[in-house]
């Protein structure tokens, strides 16, 4: 079985200021993992993938993820956040066989 | 736009209906996905198909069925439809299927039941 759990259901944050949006996954098989973003109104588009490899994945529109097999997490960071990042973001996991298991997202609010 | 279509946009029924949502995948994905987006259970993987056959089931209910026709379009039942059923309905496709494909999204069905 797997899990994702994204530990803040909301992160306010400044113009400009660098954020962190956490999540942590439990899973028994080899995982894969994802960042999607759903602006309202939308989809969701995917940001970044870890599959293998290099820990740190650079994604689009400046976001990156560091995978950690130690702590099971896979944060997202982003230096310096604009006003049209204010999304949902969902952390997710695949690798079972029940497609992916999504966190409960984590709802990014920028403040001019 | 992620090339995955989704009909209709919006759907309004009442309890007890039955009704059918529609998705196109992206050109040459072979996978299409259904997704279920509520406010208390959040993103919940339904089904999967590939190239026609059902590859994976997840949280979908005994009311609930889908297909995949051969020319790749999925179809998702829903019916004898209660007020819990009113979310927001994802489709999603990958080129084969595997877990390490990245899904496509489309823009969702949105339903409600009354």
């Known amino acids: 079985a797997q899990s994702v759990t994204q530990l803040d259901s909301q992160v306010p944050v400044f113009e400009e200021a660098p954020v962190e949006l956490r999540c942590n996954y439990s899973s028994s098989v080899s995982v894969y993992l994802f960042w999607y973003v759903q602006y309202p109104n939308q989809g969701l588009q995917l940001l970044l993938k870890?599959?293998?490899?290099?820990?740190l994945v650079k994604g689009i529109n400046g976001f990156e993820a560091e995978f950690n097999k130690s702590q099971t997490s896979f944060h997202l960071r982003k230096p310096s956040v604009h006003i049209s990042d204010t999304a949902e973001y969902f952390c997710?996991?695949?690798?079972?066989?029940?497609?992916?298991?999504f966190g409960k997202g984590t709802h990014l609010i920028i403040q001019p | 736009d992620s090339g995955v279509t989704q009909t209709p946009k919006h759907l309004i029924t009442a309890t007890g209906q039955r009704v059918t949502l529609r998705c196109s995948p992206r050109?040459?994905?072979?996978?299409v996905y259904w997704y279920q987006q509520s406010l208390d259970q959040g993103l919940q993987f339904l089904i999967q198909?590939?190239?026609?056959?059902?590859?994976a089931k997840g949280n979908i209910l005994e009311r609930f069925s889908a297909q995949q026709f051969p020319d790749l379009h999925s179809e998702l039942n829903l019916s004898s439809l209660e007020l819990g059923d009113s979310a927001l309905y994802f489709c999603?496709?990958?080129?084969?299927?595997?877990?390490?494909?990245?899904?496509?999204f489309g823009p969702g069905t949105r339903l409600t039941v009354l």
């Open positions: 050109s040459g994905d072979l996978s």
């Open positions: 999603a496709s990958s080129i084969s299927g595997r877990a390490q494909d990245t899904q496509y």
């Open positions: 198909y590939y190239n026609g056959e059902e590859r």
């Open positions: 870890y599959l293998s490899g290099s820990t």
């Open positions: 997710a996991v695949g690798g079972g066989a029940d497609g992916l298991t």
